[in-house]
C-alpha cells in the first residue's frame, strides 16, 4: 500500500490480504509497483547485486512509467547507485529481470542499452573535460549515424550550452558541466532517462533550471513524446516537487514507496532523517 513500509521478503509469497470482518474490500499488495496512467517502460523483478561477499541490491522490483519521474531516495551506501549502473549494464546482473518497453535487456551491454533508448547521467558528471561543449554534445550521439546533428532543442532547455559551445568541458562551472551532462544523455533521444544525483554541489538556482527541464522532458520529451525517468536524489525538497512515484531503499531493499504527492504525508523526509 502506498506510503506504508514494504513487508519483510521471504521464499514464499504470503497469500493477499482478505476482506475485513466489516465486508470492506481487500487492500492492495505493498509490494505491487505503483505508477500513474503512463504506460510502464522499464519493469524490474527480483534485481540482485553482490560485491564481492556484499549482498548490495536484495529483490528490487519496481516499474517506471511513461510521463512520470521516479525518485528513488536513501542515505548514502544504501545502493542507489548499483541500481542505476546495474540498470545501465555498467555491473552485470547478478539475478532478476530488466525489462524495457517489454523487451528483455538484463544481459544487454551498455552500448545495447543505450540504442535501446536508455540514457544515463552518473554521479560526477563525467563530462570529457578536454573537449569542447560541442564534441560533448557529439559523443551523446554516438550510437546514431555520424551525420545526426545536435538536437536544437538542447539549447531551449540549456540556453548557457549554447553560448558555451566552443569552451572546453573542463572550463565549465560545476553546474554547468551538470546542464552539459544531461544535455548530452539527452542527445539521442531516449525513452528512459536515468540521473544519479544531478543536484550534488550544484548552486540553487541551477538546481530549479534542472528541475523544470526535467519535468518538461518528462511530459514532453525531445520530439513531443513523453519519456520515464528515474532520479536517484537525497535532496528531499528536489525530490519532493518532482516525484510522481517515490521509493525509499534503506540496506539494498525498497522499504518504502508511494505517489510523489503523499510523501510529506507518508512522512518520507522523517524516514529518510532515521
Request: glycine share 14%; hydrophobic share 40%; charged share 20%.
Amino acid at each position: 500500500m502506498a506510503g506504508e513500509p514494504d513487508p519483510p521478503r521471504s521464499g514464499l509469497r504470503p497469500p493477499p490480504p482478505q476482506d475485513g470482518a466489516a465486508g470492506g474490500p481487500a487492500e492492495p499488495d505493498p509490494r505491487r509497483p505503483l505508477g500513474g496512467d503512463g504506460a510502464p517502460l522499464l519493469a524490474v523483478a527480483g534485481l540482485n547485486q553482490y560485491y564481492g561477499g556484499s549482498h548490495i541490491l536484495r529483490g528490487l522490483a519496481f516499474e517506471a512509467r511513461v510521463g512520470e519521474i521516479t525518485v528513488v531516495l536513501g542515505r548514502n551506501g544504501v545502493g542507489k547507485t548499483t541500481l542505476l549502473k546495474s540498470l545501465m549494464g555498467v555491473v552485470p546482473v547478478k539475478g532478476g529481470s530488466v525489462l524495457l518497453a517489454d523487451h528483455d535487456i538484463t544481459k544487454a551491454t551498455s552500448y545495447d542499452r543505450v540504442r535501446a533508448g536508455i540514457g544515463y547521467v552518473p554521479q560526477g558528471r563525467e563530462i570529457f573535460g578536454r573537449l569542447t561543449v560541442d564534441e560533448n554534445l557529439r559523443m551523446g550521439l554516438a550510437s546514431r549515424p555520424a551525420s545526426t546533428p545536435v538536437p536544437p532543442i538542447l539549447f531551449e532547455l540549456f540556453p548557457v550550452l549554447k553560448q558555451m559551445i566552443g569552451r572546453r568541458g573542463g572550463d565549465l562551472s560545476g553546474g554547468q558541466q551538470q546542464q552539459l551532462a544531461i544535455a548530452r544523455a539527452l542527445a539521442a533521444g531516449p525513452r528512459l532517462l536515468m540521473l544519479d544525483e544531478p543536484t550534488e554541489g550544484i548552486q540553487p538556482s541551477i538546481i530549479k533550471d534542472i528541475g523544470r527541464v526535467l519535468q518538461r522532458v518528462a511530459r514532453q520529451g525531445m520530439n513531443g513524446e513523453p519519456m520515464a525517468i528515474v532520479l536517484v536524489e537525497q535532496y528531499f525538497d528536489f525530490a519532493a516537487e518532482l516525484a510522481d512515484q517515490y521509493l525509499v531503499m534503506e540496506r539494498g531493499e525498497i522499504v518504502m514507496r508511494g505517489r510523489g504527492a503523499d510523501m510529506a504525508t507518508d512522512g518520507v523526509r522523517q524516514r529518510m532523517s532515521i
